[in-house]
């Protein structure tokens, strides 16, 4: 069951889960977008206010705790300690040997891996989903 509007008191209100990964959406985990609009582009510039784009990496995925599941997102350096690569090193890895071959490799340890994820929650209001922006996490010794 996935976790539920009802459940939270307010959007972003802080929670903390624990919980294994049932899976990693297998997107391009790097995106870029105009500091000045903070739109996506495609390029290496903002067509509109021709400066140059950022990077941002985010891996999102699905912790389960037992009897719940959510949506997790984590962003820069969180995506990057998830990982245990740099933005540079994951750049280099999907550019040589594709996106399917990066997600397999760190899913292979992070889908038996049992996490305390915290963060804040909001509502996905396109699908009437939760999903949470992490803010701390680590992976834990074994499950408690
Ligand atoms: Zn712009």
Redesign the pocket.
Same mark, same amino acid.
């Given at each position: 069951m996935r976790w539920k509007k009802e459940w939270i008191n307010k959007d972003k209100e802080n929670i903390s889960i624990k919980g294994y990964f049932t899976r990693l959406f297998r997107k391009d985990p790097i995106l870029r977008f @105009?500091p =000045? @609009?903070k =739109?996506r582009v495609e390029g290496e510039k @903002?067509t !509109?206010?021709n !400066?140059e784009s950022e990077k941002l990496i985010i891996l999102s995925g699905i912790i389960d705790d037992g009897t719940s599941s959510i949506i997790v997102n984590f962003f820069r350096q969180d995506a990057e300690k998830l990982v245990g690569m740099k933005e540079e090193e994951i750049e280099e890895v999907i550019k040589k040997e594709g996106k399917d071959s990066f997600y397999e490799s760190i899913e292979q340890r992070l889908l038996k891996g049992f996490f305390k994820i915290k963060g804040t929650v909001k509502v996905n209001d396109y699908n009437n989903t939760l999903e949470v922006t992490v803010h701390n996490f680590k992976e834990l010794k074994e499950v408690i």
């Open positions: @105009c =000045k @609009c =739109k @903002c !509109i206010h !400066i």
